[in-house]
């Protein structure tokens, strides 16, 4: 099962239990066993139509003309004090790059050269979510993203950057 598709399913879930625990204080018990899990296939397909839609794909993909190697990519939030940015999350040869897409409120394009990062850390999103992946560069500038399979990415940012 792809991380797409889990994490469409994990969405759903968990939205459909916060409705039904919306709507039974709202209203009666029975709302909430119908209204709840309704909502949460809703949203569900809705955000696996999302995900997958060419348009974001469009919007999301680098342009690499200096053909460089794309060693890792993943769908990714880049995370800042405003709340988060959907978009793509690539690992290059040379450089990290996001690209974020045009349904987030403000358009995002970071680059992030690997000989500037000083270190990669994982940490958990609000708290609990274990999908944070923290970016320090040798300026001392932070960037966070939540991404699918952080320890990978971490991985991989670490092994090429040893070498630099």
Do not use: C
């Not at 040798?138 to 971490?154: S, T």
């Amino acid at each position: 099962m792809s991380n797409r598709l889990k994490s469409t399913i994990f969405s759903a879930l968990a939205f459909g239990i916060l409705m039904g625990l919306f709507f039974a204080l709202l209203h009666q018990t029975w709302h909430a066993f119908f209204f709840g899990p309704v909502a949460g296939i809703v949203f569900g397909v809705l955000l696996y139509f999302f995900v997958n839609s060419k348009i974001v794909a469009e919007q999301t993909k680098i342009e690499n003309t200096e053909e460089k190697n794309i060693i890792m990519t993943s769908d990714a939030n880049l995370m800042d004090n405003k709340g988060g940015a959907g978009g793509k999350l690539y690992l290059l040869e040379d450089k990290i790059h996001f690209k974020s897409h045009s349904f987030n409120i403000s358009k995002h394009e970071i680059i992030i050269p690997l000989q500037e990062i000083s270190k990669v850390q994982v940490y958990n999103t609000i708290g609990i979510i274990p999908n944070g992946l923290l970016i320090i560069n040798k300026a001392g500038k932070q960037h966070k993203f939540a991404v699918h399979n952080r320890k990978n990415w971490k991985q991989e940012i670490e092994k090429i950057i040893k070498d630099f």
